[in-house]
């Protein structure tokens, strides 16, 4: 908080109170001292205050040597609230037709529209460069889509949304994400009995078990052809 004076000698203190109107919330009280006919104060803590617009009086006052006063104030809004999430994800396990085109959608509370939202793709690896996209704020939402993480390594990745409001308030969520760029193959093929036909197959007494290169999703059959006349 700065300002200036006239007809006011150097060297006289002013006076400078911040209230709410609350009297469950002391006010603050600082002093300084007039230089060069202008005065400031630098590091007030007003974090006791709970936030609004035009919800602190300033009011800055001071006395000349005949003992003239003079006073003047202003009113001052505070915000320290804002808030960004990342919307859940439902497919979380990117293959590598989906790593070309992943979209991400998430919301923002106390964050002004037309306000940033950037959001890094990282998988940790100083090798690789992160991905960087950027989102606007529209009605308290934002979306990026088309994203290409073919760059990064397979495995976790981290994603990183940040923001911030018009008064400076930074806040940021974090998710996950898992890459696999790597086809499975089948391990393995088991079959019991070992020599079949066509009438083994028919009444059921067949099993055909398929070992992968890695974890499947279960709840996907698997497709078999079976060429019994090789």
């Given at each position: 908080v700065e300002g200036t004076v006239s007809g006011v000698?150097?060297?006289?203190?002013?006076?400078?109170?911040?209230?709410?109107?609350?009297?469950?919330?002391?006010?603050?009280?600082?002093t300084t001292t007039i230089t060069g006919q202008s005065w400031s104060i630098s590091g007030l803590d007003v974090s006791n205050f709970a936030d609004g617009d035009d919800v602190l009086t300033l009011t800055a006052s001071v006395t000349d040597l005949a003992g003239n006063p003079a006073d003047d104030?202003?009113?001052?809004?505070?915000?320290?609230?804002a808030g960004i999430a990342i919307d859940p994800i439902s497919d979380v396990d990117l293959s590598v037709a989906e790593q070309t085109a992943v979209t991400l959608s998430g919301t923002v509370t106390d964050v002004e529209d037309g306000q940033t939202v950037t959001l890094i793709f990282s998988d940790g690896d100083t090798a690789t460069t992160d991905?960087?996209?950027?989102?606007?704020?529209?009605?308290?939402?934002?979306?990026?889509?088309?994203?290409?993480?073919?760059?990064?390594t397979d495995g976790s990745i981290d994603v990183?949304?940040?923001?911030?409001?018009?008064?400076?308030?930074?806040?940021?969520?974090?998710?996950?994400l898992t890459l696999d760029s790597v086809n499975p193959t089948i391990a393995s093929i088991i079959a019991n009995p070992s020599l079949i036909d066509e009438s083994t197959v028919n009444d059921g007494t067949f099993t055909l078990t398929l070992n992968y290169s890695e974890d499947m999703d279960t709840s996907v059959d698997p497709t078999i052809e079976l060429d019994l006349n090789p």
């Open positions: 000698e150097n060297g006289r203190t002013v006076t400078v109170v911040i209230s709410d109107g609350d009297t469950a919330t002391p006010d603050i009280t600082e104030t202003a009113t001052l809004s505070l915000d320290s609230a991905v960087t996209e950027t989102a606007t704020v529209t009605n308290g939402t934002w979306t990026v889509s088309g994203v290409n993480l073919t760059n990064l990183t949304a940040s923001v911030s409001d018009l008064a400076s308030n930074e806040v940021e969520d974090v998710t996950d």
